[in-house]
């Protein structure tokens, strides 16, 4: 079946720093592929999606590329900030079925 | 913005009490659903709902149940709490063909004790 992996955390930076969170995934077809977003208390929210290969997600900043010769689905911000510490998601859904979550990477940016 | 509401964002109640989470939407989604959000942050599909009527059991065996009786509400009960379903809920929607993306709820965080 289809699955989602990343990079285990946490991930603690330092304000300013580069971020990278890996994502590869497992799938049958061509399916889309998403980074949500967790702030502390609340619910998930949809950050970034790409829907076919080679598309490129942005969004406040952080960007992820579909690389279906890797399998990969990488997030990256040039520069993150305290208000960036959060969990985040990555995700793919194919067709109809329903959405397969990574297991979530925590990301602390310190001041 | 997602307009999708939980209700109560916070519950602590002893065990052997019933309880109903409520889940609403606005969005007129077809799709909806229940996840289980472990302390560890990840996410366990427990229930979901192509429609009115409709009713599917997720990936994780839940105790709970679930209707669905109008396309906009989504409630997620416990007939019988104990200890070990202690933990966050959170309800989905989705638009079934078109942004596919889902839309989350705030959360529940359930304490049984």
């Known amino acids: 079946g289809n699955s989602v992996t990343q990079m285990e955390g946490p991930v603690t930076l330092s304000e300013e720093a580069f971020l990278t969170i890996n994502c590869t995934y497992t799938?049958?077809?061509?399916?889309?592929l998403f980074w949500y977003v967790q702030y502390p208390g609340e619910g998930l929210q949809l950050l970034l999606k790409?829907?076919?290969?080679?598309d490129k997600g942005s969004n406040k900043g952080f960007e992820a590329t579909y690389r279906k010769e890797t399998t990969s689905f990488h997030l990256e911000k040039g520069s993150v900030q305290v208000s960036d510490s959060a969990v985040y998601f990555c995700?793919?859904?194919?067709?109809?079925?329903?959405?397969?979550f990574g297991p979530g990477t925590r990301l602390s940016v310190l001041p | 913005e997602a307009d999708i509401y939980q209700t109560p964002r916070y519950l602590v109640i002893g065990t052997g009490k019933k309880i109903t989470l409520e889940c609403s939407q606005t969005?007129?989604?077809?799709?909806m659903y229940w996840y289980q959000q472990d302390p560890g942050m990840e996410l366990h599909l427990i229930h979901y709902?192509?429609?009115?009527?409709?009713?599917e059991k997720g990936d994780l065996s839940s105790e709970s149940t679930v209707s669905r009786i109008r396309t906009e509400h989504f409630p997620l009960t416990l007939e019988s709490a104990r200890p070990s379903h202690t933990s966050q809920y959170l309800c989905?929607?989705?638009?079934?063909?078109?942004?596919?993306?889902?839309?989350f709820g705030p959360g529940t965080r359930l304490t049984v004790t």
């Open positions: 799938a049958t077809g061509y399916p889309s």
């Open positions: 969005m007129g989604h077809d799709k």
């Open positions: 790409a829907t076919k290969a080679d």
């Open positions: 709902s192509y429609g009115v009527n409709s009713t």
């Open positions: 995700a793919l859904r194919e067709g109809g079925q329903n959405f397969v």
């Open positions: 989905a929607s989705s638009d079934r063909v078109v942004t596919y993306e889902q839309y």
